[in-house]
């Protein structure tokens, strides 16, 4: 690690915001400044990186929220995430597949962040989506300086030059590089109609009937009664005790409980030496991910055993069978994925946690024809296998990685955070926590710090490889090859490690202080 942060954490007394992307936090920033209120800001935040964030997200994908409302001391929990075509049906797509190709606009549900700003905002907001969306129409209109993360997105995905619409608005001129000035005035269009008619136009009206136009055109059995049908749910947030603070994830669909799973079994683990407490950790990821694996799913189909899994029981049975000699290589089939994270806290004490995506980057790319609106890949995520929990049917949501995170000490929350990443959204989560509460680092040390991801290897075969950023000591390194991990060593701050960010809330000293993450474009700002 870096004997000082990347960059000073930011402190407040008032208000704060930390987004992926500077544009995305001023625009959160002067919300706040006028006397919007947390929500408000994250949701004009969220518009703007629809904007400048297109391979990360955007209006075509889902939203994940947790909300701390103070005047009840109450966490809610909304999932903004769409189910698949109700006309559509696993027998169908097996008969073409074995698996979901990744990019098909078979993979395509209902894009449910639209709904999820009007939803929340009403619930909890004091603006509306005319004026919040303003400046994402803006950037969309006049343009926006590509910065140098969003370039290498450009650049990393030669496939998205296949798509007639993307080449149209991000390819005329070649591969965008960093500092050019990047339009899209079809998706200023479709956000002005949002701005003007709130998201019934984006779910019934020329977005909507272009959106179903373009992916039965594809093959997709998607109707505009799906559409208009999609509401934005309320569930009972996820808790896990871990030592005097409860752990608050969103519930399933969503994988928010594989941070707690991971937390539940690291319990009795912070005395643990580096090397050995990081081990410790990689193994209690992959037991949580297997769980996730094999149980997880829309609750509304089949019940999802979460109860179990957060059981003191469950995580001393499960930490007993982990051995500080050797690694355990459990069959899965990680995937990646691009994300944006957005928290918030306003001077009430109201605290937002949003994490919105396409899934993995630019989505399906395909872009409803006139829109400017990228459509997202979530449904890659079902499987086809007969019987399995998060078998694909119609009308049913995906097992979803966006998973929120909120840390409260006596009921208030004391860390608000999340990350982008996939499956690696989890991994990250657990980290920070470690970082910060058992080891002492304030959020944006924790969020330097080095950090590993399980996963993929290639994007062809599963590999269980544990990728290291290269600012590890050589004593891990070396330690945890020895323990059977297959370790690759990548750059020093790494994109594939995902874009954190968090805001901490001492009520004691009344400030806030945030962090962001440098592997990103990312700033925390407060009033």
């Known amino acids: 690690m870096t004997d000082h942060p990347t960059r000073g954490t930011a402190r407040s007394t008032r208000a704060m915001i930390a987004t992926p992307d500077a544009l995305a936090t001023s625009a959160g920033l002067d919300v706040l400044r006028r006397g919007g209120n947390a929500v408000d800001a994250a949701i004009a935040a969220n518009g703007v990186l629809s904007v400048t964030y297109p391979a990360s997200c955007g209006l075509g994908g889902d939203a994940m929220w947790l909300v701390y409302e103070p005047a009840a001391q109450t966490v809610h929990a909304y999932n903004g995430s769409g189910r698949s075509p109700r006309e559509s049906d696993a027998e169908t797509l097996r008969a073409r597949w074995k698996k979901l190709p990744d990019r098909a606009a078979q993979c395509v549900t209902v894009p449910g962040v ?14 509306d989506l005319g004026e919040l969306l303003a400046p994402a129409e803006q950037y969309a209109r006049d343009g926006f300086a590509c910065t140098d993360v969003v370039a290498a997105q450009f650049d990393r995905n030669a496939w998205l030059r296949s798509r007639a619409e993307a080449v149209r608005w991000f390819f005329a001129r070649g591969v965008p590089r ?40 594809l093959g997709s059995t998607m109707t505009i009664n799906d559409l208009a049908n999609h509401r934005t749910d309320e569930d009972p947030p996820l808790r896990l005790r871990w030592r005097d603070l409860d752990l608050v ?17 690291l319990s009795d683990d912070a005395e643990l030496d580096d090397l050995n407490w990081h081990h410790v950790a990689i193994e209690s990821i992959k037991r949580a991910l297997y769980q996730r694996d094999r149980f997880f799913c829309d609750p509304q189909t089949l019940n999802v055993p979460v109860a179990q899994f957060l059981a003191p029981a469950w995580g001393k049975a499960t930490r007993s069978a982990i051995s500080l000699d050797r690694s355990w290589f459990p069959q899965a ?80 929350p004391i860390l608000v955070h999340g990350t982008m990443g996939g499956d690696g959204q989890p991994q990250t989560q657990v980290q920070l926590l470690h970082n910060i509460f058992e080891r002492g680092m304030d959020v944006q040390e924790a969020i330097d710090a080095p950090r590993w991801n399980y996963g993929r290897s290639s994007e062809e075969q599963f590999t269980p490889t544990v990728h290291l950023e290269s600012r590890f000591p050589e004593s891990v390194r070396k330690g945890l090859t020895l323990k059977g991990h297959h370790v690759a060593l990548l750059g020093p701050f790494e994109h594939q490690m995902g874009h954190a960010q968090a805001i901490a809330i001492d009520d004691k000293k009344g400030t806030l202080s945030g962090g962001a993450d440098p592997r990103a474009d990312s700033a925390a700002l407060g009033l």
């Not at 872009?367 to 086809?384: K, Q």
Request: charged residues 20%.
């Open 114 to 127: 639209v709904r999820s700003w009007e939803d929340v905002g009403r619930r909890h907001g004091t603006r």
């Open 178 to 217: 960093p500092g050019d000035v990047i339009r899209n005035p079809d998706l200023a269009k479709t956000i002005g109609e949002i701005r003007d008619n709130g998201a019934d136009e984006f779910y019934g009206g020329r977005f909507g009937h272009t959106f179903v136009k373009t992916l039965r055109a």
């Open 249 to 265: 994830a969103q519930p399933p669909n969503s994988q928010g409980a594989v941070t707690l799973m991971a937390m539940n079994i």
């Open 333 to 412: 089939a990680l995937d990646r994925g691009d994300t944006v994270a957005i928290c918030a806290v306003d001077g009430e004490g109201r605290a937002v946690s949003l994490i919105q995506s396409l899934y993995m980057n630019f989505g399906t790319g395909y872009v409803a024809e006139g829109t400017g609106v990228f459509l997202h890949n979530r449904g890659a995520y079902f499987s086809l296998e007969p019987g399995h929990p998060n078998e694909y049917a119609g009308g049913k949501r995906p097992l979803h990685t966006l998973s929120p995170a909120m840390v409260l000490r006596d009921g208030k």
